[in-house]
C-alpha cells in the first residue's frame, strides 16, 4: 500500500522538473546557414588576380554578427574619385536626403522597441489615489445580514434602541501597487534579445541606404559630366558636318563627288543632329535625380555644377580591394542585417514557446486608507496585500499554438532571406569585379584608338597648312577625332561606373587597418 501511494505521487513530484526540462531548448539551434567552408575561396578566374586583396589564411572572422578585426569601414572611399564638385554633392546628400531621414527614423523606432522589450525585465510599479462613499438601506447587504434589518426588525415592545435605517460609508486610499512575472523560461529574454537583433539589422539597413545614397549621388553626377561632355563634342560635331556637307554640295555641283557621299554626309549630319535632343533631355534627368538624391527643388544646385567639369587625368585602373567571397559576410551591411534578422526569428520562436508555459506573477500593494481625509497620512493607517498567482495556458481556442506556427514560419523564412543575401552578395560581386575588368579593356582600347585619331588630325592638320593636303580630309579626320573623344568620354564614365559598383557590391570599401580609423556614424 504504501509502495503504491509512492508510485501514485512521483508523477506530482516530476512534473517542475519535467516542465523545466522541457522548457530547457525553446528557440531552436542556432545552426550557421551557408557556413563561410561552403562559400568559394576566390572569385572567378576572369578576374585578374593582382586586383585581389586577402586569401583565406588572412581574411577576417565570417561571422556575420562581428564588424571584423583586420579590416575597417573607409568613410570616404569616394575620394578615390579626385573630385571636390562630387565631395560636396556628397555632403549635401548625406545631411539632406530623405532615404537617409527615413532610416535614421527607423533606428530610432527599432530602439524605442528594444525599451519596450525591456520594461518587461523590471517590476511594474503604479501608484493610485482613491475617494469612495458608499450609502444603503440597513435591511439590505452586508449589514442587513450582520444586524438583522432595519427598525422593522425590532419588535414593537422592545426596549433596545432604535437603529438607522440607511448607512454611509466613506474612504480614503492612497496606495502602491507592485507587480513583476518570474521569467522562468527566458520569454521576456529572448523577446528582448530578439529586439536587439532588430535595432542592429535596422542600423545595418540604416548603412545600406546610405552606401545606396551614395552610390546613386556618384552615378547621377558622372552621367551629367559625361552627358555635359557629350553635348558639347556633339556641337562641335556637328560644326564640322555641316561645313563638311556645304563642302560636298559644293563638289557635287563639281561633279567632283558622288551623289552617294553626298546623301551619306547629310545622313550622319541629321543623325547627329538629332542625338543631341536626346542628350539633352538625359542631362535634365540627370540633373532631376540630383536634386532628389540631395534633398533639394530644381535649380538649387545650379550654382555649384557649373564649376564641374569632366576629369580628363589618369583613372586609377585598379579595382577596389575585394579580399574573399567569405568578407561579404562581414563588409555588406544587408548580409550582417539579414543575420541579424535570422537570429531575431529564432529567438521569437523560443519565446513563443514559453507563452505554452506556466507562468509565475508577484504581486504586492501597501498603501494608507482611512475614513477622513485628515487620517489618511497616518502611519498607523497601513495597509498590505502580497500575493503569488501560478497562471498556465489550459485552452485558447489554438491562438498560442498558431502564434508559434507564425514564429517558426517567420524563421523558416529569415532562413532563406540569409541564405539568399549571401548568395546575392558573393555573385555581385564577381559580376561587378567582371565588369570593371571588361570596362578597364575598353577604356583602354579607346585610349589607344584616341592617340591614333589625334596623331591622324595633327598630320592632316599640317598637310592642309602646308597645302599638299585637301581640307576634306582636314574635317574627316577632326570628325573622328571628335567622335573617339566622345567614346572615350563615355569609356571613362563606364569605368569610372564599374569601379563604383564594385564599391556598392563590397559594402563600401574594405581597407587594411592601418589605412583607415573613420567610423560609420551618420
Known amino acids: 500500500m504504501r509502495a503504491r501511494r509512492a508510485t501514485a505521487q512521483l508523477p506530482l513530484v516530476a512534473l517542475p522538473v519535467l516542465v523545466l526540462v522541457a522548457g530547457c531548448g525553446l528557440p531552436p539551434a542556432a545552426d550557421t546557414v551557408l557556413p563561410a567552408d ?34 575597417e569601414w573607409a568613410e570616404r572611399w569616394w575620394s578615390d574619385f579626385d573630385d571636390p564638385v562630387l565631395d560636396s554633392l556628397l555632403t549635401i546628400a548625406l545631411s539632406e ?13 527599432a530602439r524605442a522597441r528594444v525599451g519596450i522589450a525591456t520594461a518587461g525585465l523590471l517590476p511594474a510599479l503604479n501608484g493610485s489615489g482613491n475617494a469612495s462613499r458608499n450609502e444603503q438601506p440597513a435591511n439590505a447587504g452586508i449589514v442587513g445580514g450582520l444586524f438583522g434589518g432595519g427598525n422593522d426588525s425590532i419588535p414593537a415592545d422592545s426596549t ?9 460609508f466613506t474612504d480614503y486610499t492612497a496606495s502602491l501597487t507592485l507587480s513583476y512575472e518570474l521569467d522562468l523560461w527566458g520569454r521576456i529574454r529572448r ?73 551619306q554626309i547629310r545622313g550622319e549630319l541629321r543623325a547627329t543632329a538629332t542625338s543631341l535632343p536626346q542628350l539633352t533631355a538625359q542631362l535634365a534627368d540627370a540633373r532631376r535625380r540630383l536634386d532628389l538624391l540631395t534633398g533639394g527643388f530644381p535649380g538649387e544646385l ?17 579595382a577596389p580591394p575585394a579580399g574573399i567571397p567569405a568578407d561579404v559576410l562581414v563588409q555588406r551591411p544587408d548580409v550582417r542585417a539579414a543575420a541579424r534578422r535570422l537570429e531575431a526569428a529564432r529567438l521569437r520562436v523560443g519565446a513563443r514557446r514559453a507563452d505554452l508555459l506556466p507562468s509565475i506573477t508577484l504581486s504586492g500593494t501597501v498603501g494608507l486608507q482611512a475614513s477622513e481625509p485628515q487620517n489618511l497620512f497616518r502611519l498607523d493607517q497601513w495597509f498590505n496585500n502580497l500575493a503569488a498567482g501560478l497562471t498556465a495556458p489550459l485552452f485558447q481556442g489554438g491562438r498560442l499554438r498558431a502564434n508559434l506556427g507564425v514564429a517558426e514560419a517567420q524563421y523558416a523564412q529569415q532562413v532563406a532571406a540569409y541564405s539568399r543575401a549571401v548568395l546575392t552578395a558573393v555573385g555581385e560581386v564577381e559580376s561587378t569585379l567582371r565588369q570593371f575588368d571588361d570596362q578597364r579593356d575598353r577604356f583602354g582600347t579607346l585610349a589607344g ?8 588630325l595633327d598630320v592632316q592638320t599640317d598637310r592642309y597648312a602646308a597645302g599638299v593636303g585637301g581640307y576634306t580630309d582636314y574635317l574627316d579626320a577632326l570628325r573622328n577625332a571628335l567622335n573617339v573623344r566622345a567614346s572615350v568620354a563615355t569609356a571613362r564614365r563606364d569605368l569610372a561606373l564599374a569601379r563604383l559598383a564594385v564599391h556598392r557590391a563590397l559594402g563600401g570599401t574594405w581597407v587594411p587597418e592601418d589605412d583607415s580609423s573613420s567610423s560609420i556614424e551618420p
Not at 433596545?160 to 454611509?168: G, I, L, S, W
Not at 545650379?302 to 585598379?318: C, G, H, N, Q
Not at 584608338?449 to 591622324?456: F, I, K, M, R, V
Open 191 to 263: 523577446d528582448r534579445a530578439a529586439a536587439l537583433a532588430d535595432l542592429v539589422a535596422s542600423e545595418d539597413d540604416f548603412r545600406g541606404v546610405r552606401i545606396g545614397v551614395i552610390a546613386e549621388t556618384i552615378r547621377a553626377y558622372h552621367e551629367l559630366v559625361d552627358l555635359a561632355r557629350r553635348a558639347e563634342l556633339t556641337g562641335e560635331i556637328l560644326d564640322v558636318l555641316e561645313e563638311r556637307a556645304a563642302l560636298a554640295e559644293t563638289r557635287y555641283g563639281q561633279g567632283l563627288v558622288s551623289s552617294f557621299e553626298l546623301y
Open 97 to 109: 536626403n530623405l532615404d537617409i531621414a527615413e532610416a535614421v527614423g527607423r533606428v530610432q523606432e
Open 449 to 456: 584608338q584616341l592617340d591614333e585619331a589625334e596623331a591622324s
Open 302 to 318: 545650379d550654382a555649384l555644377l557649373e564649376s564641374a567639369a569632366p576629369a580628363d587625368e589618369a583613372l586609377d585602373v585598379d
Open 160 to 168: 433596545a434602541q432604535p437603529r438607522p435605517d440607511r448607512f454611509a
Open 38 to 71: 561552403s562559400i568559394p575561396g576566390s572569385y572567378g578566374a576572369a578576374v585578374r588576380g593582382d586586383d585581389q586583396v586577402g586569401d583565406p589564411a588572412g581574411a577576417p572572422e565570417t561571422d556575420p554578427f562581428a564588424r571584423g578585426d583586420a579590416t
